[in-house]
Structures are given as C-alpha cells and as structure tokens.
C-alpha cells in the first residue's frame, strides 16, 4: 500500500541555523508530491509542490524541497530559519490510481525554534 | 478572492447529538475533499466530492458519516449520533476544475474543530 513516512516527530532548530525536514513515500511511479505548513489552531497552508520537471522546486517563504527518485524522497529546506516558522509540517502526496483522489499525508513534523 | 471557507470553526456536541459541518470552496473551484485530523495525527482522507457527486468515499467510516456538495450552497459533512472518538479537526480542501484528476492543488480551509462531551 502507498504510505507516507515523516521519519522525525519533533527537529529543534537555532533561529538562523539551516533545516531540513525529511519525507519518503512508497508507491511504484511519480507520485504527486506537496509539503504543507499548519500553526497552531490553523489550517494548512501550500509551500510548493512538484509535479513534474526541474527536481528541485521553489516555494513560499524561502522554503525549496528535492524529489529525488532513486531515494523516493522529497526533503524540504531553508538556509536559515526564522522564530516565526515555527509550526507543523506535514508532507502530502498524491498517488495516481487507485480511485482515490485524496492526498495521504504523513504524520507530520513538529519544527521547534530555539533563540 | 475568499479562500476556502468553513464553518463553524468550533462545534461541541454531546453523545449521540448531530454535528454539521460547512465547507464552501475558492470561488471557481468545483472539487471538495474532507480529511480528518485526530489528534498528534496527519490528516486522514476522507470523501471527494463534486457538485451533486460523491466521487470517492473510499475513507469514509461506514456508518453515521455522510456528505454532500449540492447544486447550490456549500458542502456538508454530517455526521449523526456523535461518539466521543469523533472528536477531531475536520478541513475541507478545494481545488479548480481541470482533468479530473484530484492532483490539481488543493486549498485548505482552516478546519471545524468538533468536541464531543
């Protein structure tokens, strides 16, 4: 079955220092891939999306990610965080067939900034 | 250009009561998901609708759960005689016609949070 991992939980990260949260998925072809962000009591806000092309996409709010194939990821970075992205972070992806249009999500990352 | 709307953003009910819940998407947006978000959990897919369809309710609990999304109006989430495992963050997704696909880019509203007492 396609699954969604967000191998860390929780990533306390110095306000200034670079990020990277992790996502793997497993499904057999290219997958549709997207990185939301929720603070708290919110909704989800998009921060980029691949679909297909250039492997390395630009989002919102500095933010870039990578698909990369070989390793069925699609890590998302900064260079150098800010107090205010600190929130959850949630990895979504689209798989093709199946009857099911919906996005599964992984359990998401809760990014912690340190001053 | 109003993103997509829910309401109420708080619901409590009591056991066994009836909850609904309202999405109306971005404006030219023909397609709504419903996804539920327990708690320290993602969010679980759970219909996919389009106007006077349900597409896909391939994550929707067999009993007490329905949907709609009809002609006129917004689309409901009911869910009838409430347990207190039904607590949860409930958001709605749109996204704008196109292939058909449900890979076009969903907005998310910013959720019901319903309470069961």
């Known amino acids: 079955a396609q699954s969604v991992t967000q191998p860390d939980i929780h990533i306390t990260v110095s306000e200034g220092a670079s990020l990277e949260l992790r996502c793997n998925y497993s499904?057999?072809?290219?997958?549709?891939l997207f990185w939301y962000v929720q603070s708290p009591g919110q909704g989800l806000q998009l921060l980029l999306k691949?679909?297909?092309?250039?492997?390395l996409v630009q989002g919102i709010k500095g933010f870039e990610a990578e698909f990369k194939r070989s390793q069925s990821s699609f890590n998302l970075r900064k260079p150098s965080v800010h107090w205010s992205d600190a929130a959850e972070y949630f990895c979504?992806?689209?798989?093709?067939?199946?009857?099911?249009?919906?996005?599964?999500f992984g359990k998401g990352t809760h990014l912690i900034i340190q001053p | 250009n109003a993103g997509v709307m829910q309401n109420p953003r708080h619901l409590v009910r009591r056991r066994g009561q009836e909850a609904r819940l309202r999405c109306s998407p971005m404006?030219?947006?023909?397609?709504v998901y419903w996804y539920r978000q327990l708690p320290e959990e993602g969010l679980k897919f759970m219909v996919y609708?389009?106007?006077?369809?349900?597409?896909?309710e391939s994550g929707m609990p067999k009993e007490r759960f329905s949907a709609e999304f009809p002609k006129e109006g917004p689309s409901i989430l009911r869910i009838q005689q409430v347990v207190r495992g039904d607590s949860a963050a409930y958001f709605c997704?749109?996204?704008?016609?196109?292939?058909?696909?449900?890979?076009?880019?969903?907005?998310f509203g910013p959720g019901t949070r319903l309470t069961v007492l």
């Open positions: 609708l389009q106007k006077e369809n349900i597409i896909d």
């Open positions: 979504a992806v689209g798989f093709s067939g199946g009857g099911a249009d919906g996005l599964t």
């Open positions: 499904y057999g072809a290219t997958p549709y």
């Open positions: 404006k030219g947006h023909s397609h």
């Open positions: 691949y679909f297909s092309g250039d492997t």
């Open positions: 997704a749109s996204s704008p016609p196109g292939t058909g696909s449900g890979w076009d880019t969903q907005y």
